[in-house]
Nanobody, 122 residues
């Protein structure tokens, strides 16, 4: 069982940055691929980024490539999502998830956090 707690969301202006954090419980954190997803009001949840258990491989949605960076520290059981050059369309609840495959598909992830709100004003 893995418990995930996100933090770091907030209200920012377009062009600003936020660093989202996801703290995980459990002793097997390094065995999990970690992903970030987001859900905007009235829309389906969508993939944002993922990182392999070792941190050696990453995968991004085209909409955030070059602006967002996913990273992890297995010693701290933490994964981060650095979000730069934020746009109003990045407004959403951001969720972290733990899974077994580097994938953009939700069913590849077994554990989910409660989410953190990111709001970007124009």
């Amino acid at each position: 069982q893995v418990q995930l707690v996100e933090s770091g969301g907030g209200l920012v202006q377009a062009g600003d940055s936020l660093r989202l954090s996801c703290a995980a419980s459990g002793r097997t954190f390094s065995s999990y691929t970690m992903g970030w997803f987001r859900q905007a009001p009235g829309k389906e949840r969508e993939f944002v980024a993922a990182i392999s258990g070792s941190g050696s491989s990453t995968y991004y949605a085209d909409s955030v490539k070059g602006r967002f960076t996913i990273s992890r520290d297995n010693a701290k059981n933490t994964v981060w999502l650095q979000t730069n050059s934020l746009k109003p369309e990045d407004t959403a609840v951001y969720y972290c998830a733990a899974g077994r495959a580097l994938s953009r598909l939700e069913f590849a992830y077994d554990y989910w956090g409660q989410g953190t709100q990111v709001t970007v004003s124009s």
